[in-house]
């Protein structure tokens, strides 16, 4: 079966740093999305930072609300996936998902902000205060 771990979550606060982790089993993502969203209380979930795979290479693709202060990476070896948050603001609060898919289409770009994933894991809370 497939399955997707967070951790890394907790309190910190306004201006510091956080890393989530995303521990993937069951299926190694070479193809499609995987990525990090969240979900404010009383909001819609959110795409924040994706992985579009193609064959010439990945590339990293993220919410205008987060450019310059997260990055996502990954660790093949260990098919890990991390989401790296600085200078957390308490617009930041809110649960955090990764969810993978294999379906999209190579070079997918930006459009895996906003697909409907397949695989989702239980989420880890962060809170900015």
């Known amino acids: 079966d497939v399955q997707l771990v967070e951790s890394g979550g907790g309190s910190v606060q306004a201006g510091g740093s956080l890393r989530l982790s995303c521990a993937m089993s069951?299926?190694?993502?070479?193809?499609?999305?995987v990525g990090w969203f969240r979900q404010a209380p009383g909001k819609g979930r959110e795409g924040v930072a994706v992985?579009?795979?193609?064959?010439?290479?990945?590339?990293?693709y993220y919410a205008d609300s987060v450019k310059g202060r997260f990055a996502t990476s990954e660790d093949n070896a260990k098919n890990v996936l991390y989401l790296q948050m600085n200078i957390l603001q308490p617009e930041d609060t809110g649960m955090y998902y990764c969810?993978?898919?294999?379906?999209?289409?190579?070079?997918?770009?930006?459009?895996?902000?906003?697909?409907?994933?397949?695989?989702w894991g239980q989420g880890t809370q962060v809170t900015v205060s």
């Open positions: 969810a993978a898919d294999e379906h999209p289409p190579p070079d997918y770009g930006d459009s895996c902000l906003t697909y409907e994933y397949n695989y």
């Open positions: 992985i579009s795979r193609s064959d010439g290479g990945d590339s990293e």
């Open positions: 069951g299926y190694r993502y070479i193809r499609g999305c």
